[in-house]
């Protein structure tokens, strides 16, 4: 298999986990809790099997490649494609969400077990591995996105896992509502993070004309000298963002 058939792959770390989603949500509760267990983990342990080949893909050839997968949004100036992007950061960093989220997969297969029942609600054991599937395809897109825009949609899937698996036990806690508030504080932080960030992202596209990460890279020392306040407001923007 050459590179560029490796590097054509590079979408497969986001549908095997949503095939994972798809199999649990139709068929998961004839599955029963191994079943359900089982598929989950596969499918991210299939998403780390893909980040592995681009990985050795990678080796000697450090230039960011990307896959094309569809037009998205095109409007005025505005041009935004489903593309993703294989470079050694983006990676790593699959390499991480897809091998720490496998182990800790195959780990919550017999900890949630014990923890639905002592919870008295067994029937919620597929739901939790619904949600940590799409955690991590939201992780993954996120990581692996060539554009602000789609990195963005990625981020969003992750702030919604946030509030799903921090309420997963929602009617559990303190006066029963604990667990609930607890979800409800992640929600309403990630919004200030998203506002951060969508600031960032319209000065992006105001200054730039592009949301494409090259383009930007490209033409970011010439806007650095002739706008320093406006590299300032963008780094500001996404370290609220981010914080």
């Known amino acids: 298999m050459n590179n560029d058939t490796i590097f054509s792959l590079v979408p497969l ?5 949503l095939l994972g989603i798809l199999v649990n949500l139709i068929v998961g509760k004839k599955l029963g809790e191994r079943g359900a267990g ?42 935004v494609d489903w593309t993703f992007r294989v470079d050694t950061l983006s990676v790593v960093m699959m390499l991480v969400v897809a091998g720490v989220g496998t182990l800790i997969h195959i780990y919550a297969t017999g900890y949630m077990h014990s923890d639905v029942r002592h919870n008295g609600a067994p029937e919620l054991y597929r739901r939790f591995f619904v949600y940590f599937n799409l955690f991590i395809l939201a992780m993954m897109l996120l990581v692996s996105a060539d554009n602000y825009l789609m ?31 607890a979800g409800k504080k992640a929600f309403i932080v990630n919004r200030i993070g998203d506002f951060g960030f969508l600031l960032a992202i319209f000065t992006l596209f105001v200054s730039f004309g592009t949301l494409q990460f090259d383009a930007i890279f490209e033409q970011a020392s010439q806007v650095a000298a002739a706008m320093p306040g406006v590299i300032l407001a963008i780094t500001l923007f996404m370290l609220l963002g981010v914080a």
């Not at 089982?38 to 893909?57: D, K, Q």
């Not at 990678?58 to 037009?71: D, I, T, W």
Request: proline share 1%; charged share 10%.
């Open 38 to 79: 089982v598929v989950a983990s596969v499918a991210s342990g299939l998403a780390f099997v893909v980040a592995v080949l681009l990985m050795m893909a990678l080796q000697g050839n450090h230039a960011a490649e990307k896959v094309f997968v569809a037009e998205w949004i095109k409007v005025g100036d505005l041009s």
């Open 13 to 17: 770390v986001v549908v095997f986990p």
């Open 151 to 181: 990195l963005f949609v990625g981020w969003e899937g992750v702030g919604l896992c946030s509030y799903l698996l921090i309420g997963f036990w929602f009617n559990k806690g303190e006066g029963g509502i604990a667990n609930a508030q």
